[in-house]
């Protein structure tokens, strides 16, 4: 029960772009960088994260990576889902009631209720976090300890 | 982001066997029925019930498997745990902020605490399941079920 890699450093990717001033781009060198991870694994983070319309991918001389949308509209949930898939604490859970897959004891299973209720407790403080605020507290933070240096 | 197959199967167990009548045993087999799972699959998921303290094996010609305590003191978070470790979200997170490994980015990263945060919502949930609920809750759905047929 653990976050994939690949979503742990698509989140630190979206956070610096998050963290970024307006109508600059970055580059898959700097967002490894910053990540803290290889050029070619963050490249294919950050397809998928293109592919789910939560990253821009700019061609040419000036070209990089922005956001899609302004970072205050982006949840860590969102980031997390674009890059491993819907969060499923076990197989019988969907993302939610609604898609929740069958399992011969769904009807009777006491536990499958208490899945669900975890699972939407994890999405829901996932789901609160968003990209800005991510990248506004981070700054703020780094600042300090450079105050303190 | 996922519970592991033998957490699954081994919640099984324990529910069952908190669902039995007092001073009742169950075999290997019988569990590995109610589970739904094969017999040496679920001898290794008992063998870590067993160490952790949650379940005792009787030998002799009455043997077989009780819980280790009363139902109501065993929550789900516990089973869960001693199958398959403490729940951890990320490298970052240990089981609790005490335990919190270390991480080059952990002075700064707001990241950190949302996952934190997340991680002690989902044990809270988990952790407030006891056993006996579970047992009682499930033997009164299935008894609905037989009633309407």
């Not at 690949?6 to 700097?30: E, F, I, K, Q």
């Not at 949308?69 to 076990?90: D, F, H, K, R, Y």
């Not at 993302?95 to 829901?124: D, F, G, I, S, Y």
Request: glycine fraction near 6%.
């Amino acid at each position: 029960m653990q976050l994939t890699r690949a979503a742990d450093y698509g989140v630190r990717a979206m956070v610096h772009l998050a963290s970024m001033p307006a109508n600059t781009r970055a580059g898959v060198a700097d967002l490894a960088k910053a990540a803290e991870v290889s050029a070619p694994f963050l490249t294919k983070v950050l397809q998928r994260l293109t592919s789910a319309g939560l990253v821009v991918s700019h061609r040419g001389a000036n070209g990089g990576f922005t956001l899609a949308a302004p970072a205050c509209t982006i949840s860590l949930l969102q980031v997390i889902e674009a890059v491993e898939g819907p969060i499923q604490l076990n197989l019988c859970t969907g993302p939610c009631l609604a898609h929740a897959t069958e399992c011969n004891r769904q009807a009777w299973c006491a536990v499958h209720c208490v899945w669900m209720h975890a699972q939407a407790k994890l999405r829901e403080v996932l789901a609160q976090a968003s990209l800005d605020i991510l990248a506004r507290d981070s700054a703020r933070r780094l600042e300090l300890i450079h105050q303190d240096r």
